[in-house]
């Protein structure tokens, strides 16, 4: 069994920053890139970030490019999503997913695990 744990979500001024993290635990496995999601009342679940594996490459929503930055740490097997200059509409339950094979990561269906998420709320 493979389990994706969030933490760090919280209510937050708008301008300020949270850091998040994802924990992989579990049975071991093969892990083709990490990505961050996120899912608002109402709305569809939307790419945020991703990094691959391999070269640690990194991809990023046109919405928070600039503001936010995906890194991991592997002895940890966690990835982070620092988010900074936080605005309202980032508010959302914040998801972790793995990507165990290559494919596109903005296609949620080709992700094999997901954690429960993390809210993130952002006041005005």
């Known amino acids: 069994q493979v389990q994706l744990v969030e933490s760090g979500g919280g209510l937050v001024q708008a301008g300020g920053s949270l850091r998040l993290s994802c924990a992989a635990s579990?049975?071991?496995?093969?892990?083709?890139?990490r990505s961050w999601f996120r899912q608002a009342p109402g709305k569809e679940r939307e790419f945020v970030a991703a990094?691959?594996?391999?070269?640690?490459?990194?991809y990023y929503a046109d919405s928070v490019k600039g503001r936010f930055t995906i890194s991991r740490d592997n002895a940890k097997n966690t990835v982070y999503l620092q988010m900074n200059s936080l605005k309202p509409e980032d508010t959302a339950v914040y998801l972790c997913?793995?990507?165990?094979?290559?494919?596109?990561?903005?296609?949620?269906?080709?992700?094999?695990?997901w954690g429960q998420g993390t809210q993130v709320t952002v006041s005005s």
């Open positions: 997913a793995a990507l165990t094979s290559s494919g596109n990561y903005y296609y949620t269906p080709n992700y094999r695990y």
């Open positions: 579990g049975r071991t496995f093969s892990s083709y890139g």
């Open positions: 990094i691959r594996w391999s070269d640690s490459s990194t």
